[in-house]
């Protein structure tokens, strides 16, 4: 079965939220069209600020995408072997990305342009986002809310707890685009 996709030389401009939690968090970013999903993972994995520690799987409308060789009982396509041209076809189009089966994490990625190819744009790159991802193994929305309200309050009967297991130089309100991008800048 032949796959469509897009143009190979394209550059994705991509608007990525996370679900259920406000203030948005959110991230712009370009990639390559071309991109393959199990590298797209690791580029949403610097950009949110997570360590890789947990199974994520891609969804669009019609089908699921897995990293088959970390989870071997996966059930949908093997995330290796498509491209971001072959999901997002054209402007507006979306899929899910889910981090953290157990918290639940999940990013809403949409299309927002298809810019052609510039040998002078580095990709993958940040543009510009607000607001730090949720820390690993937090609890999901639920426990991220929760550990949210015992940071910011000093007679919360956990914030001491709270604070040392999160750090006390962590702000939910900080977005460091200039270490983002630097990570990014990693990828090959």
């Given at each position: 079965?032949?796959?469509?996709?897009?143009?190979?030389?394209?550059?994705y401009?991509l608007?990525?939220?996370?679900?259920?939690?406000?203030?948005?968090?959110w991230?712009?970013?370009?990639v390559?069209?071309s991109?393959?999903?199990?590298?797209?993972?690791?580029?949403?994995?610097?950009?949110?600020?997570?360590?890789?520690?947990?199974?994520?799987?891609?969804r669009?409308k019609?089908?699921?995408y897995?990293?088959?060789?970390?989870?071997?009982?996966?059930?949908?396509?093997d995330?290796?072997?498509?491209?971001?041209?072959?999901?997002?076809?054209?402007?507006?189009?979306?899929?899910?990305?889910?981090?953290?089966?157990?918290?639940?994490?999940?990013?809403?990625i949409?299309?927002?342009?298809?810019l052609p190819?510039?040998?002078?744009?580095?990709a993958?790159?940040?543009?510009?986002?607000e607001?730090?991802?949720?820390?690993?193994?937090c609890?999901?929305?639920?426990?991220?809310?929760?550990?949210l309200?015992?940071?910011?309050?000093?007679?919360?009967?956990?914030?001491?707890?709270m604070?040392e297991?999160?750090?006390?130089d962590?702000?939910p309100?900080?977005?460091?685009?200039?270490?983002?991008?630097?990570?990014?800048?990693?990828?090959?």
């Amino acid at each position: 079965m032949k796959r469509k996709k897009g143009s190979s030389k394209n550059t994705y401009q991509l608007y990525v939220t996370l679900f259920g939690i406000e203030p948005q968090i959110w991230r712009r970013i370009l990639v390559p069209g071309s991109m393959i999903l199990r590298q797209f993972h690791d580029v949403l994995q610097i950009a949110f600020g997570w360590e890789d520690y947990h199974l994520h799987s891609f969804r669009t409308k019609k089908k699921y995408y897995e990293d088959a060789e970390m989870n071997p009982e996966a059930e949908g396509e093997d995330e290796r072997k498509f491209k971001l041209n072959e999901l997002l076809l054209k402007q507006g189009s979306s899929m899910i990305y889910e981090y953290d089966f157990g918290d639940g994490w999940e990013l809403h990625i949409v299309l927002e342009k298809i810019l052609p190819f510039d040998a002078k744009q580095k990709a993958p790159v940040c543009l510009e986002g607000e607001r730090s991802a949720p820390p690993e193994d937090c609890g999901g929305i639920w426990g991220y809310s929760e550990l949210l309200e015992a940071i910011k309050d000093s007679s919360h009967p956990e914030h001491e707890e709270m604070l040392e297991w999160v750090g006390e130089d962590f702000d939910p309100e900080c977005f460091d685009l200039k270490e983002i991008n630097k990570d990014l800048s990693e990828i090959n």
